[in-house]
């Protein structure tokens, strides 16, 4: 599945449940949201897609790192990917931080990207 059909898929998976109004699929979708902007900010890091072979390369994903982030709809499953070879730390997360205020700044700035995206 290329990188386009992912963003499709996730859009999709995004309008429904906000159409639905749904607080039971609101919840993984967040987890969705968040996790995919967080390989996004990755990729941006390290300056290269996940096994794409390239000069302007700086390091190399590394797997991911389970954290749970406790917000007013429960306690939502992130997985924070990490990088080797380079320092990296999602920007829509606050290091340390395990509360909704991490939660909104995420949700503001997938927002502020996507808004760019449709330029």
Not at 10 to 20: F, G, K, M, Q, Y
Not at 47 to 57: F, G, H, N, T, V
């Amino acid at each position: 599945m290329t990188t386009d059909q992912k963003q499709n898929n996730l859009l999709a998976t995004v309008i429904e449940a906000l159409s639905s109004c749904n607080e039971d699929k609101m919840k993984p979708l967040l987890e969705a949201v968040l996790n995919a902007v967080m390989k996004s900010e990755r990729e941006e890091a390290l300056q290269a897609a996940p096994y794409e072979r390239s000069k302007e390369r700086l390091g190399y994903a590394n797997g991911f790192k389970s954290k749970h982030l406790n917000s007013r709809m429960g306690k939502l499953d992130l997985e924070i990917p990490q990088t080797r070879g380079v320092s990296f730390y999602p920007g829509s997360l606050e290091k340390g931080l395990r509360s909704e205020k991490a939660l909104k700044l995420a949700i503001a700035e997938m927002y502020l990207k996507e808004s760019r995206l449709g330029e």
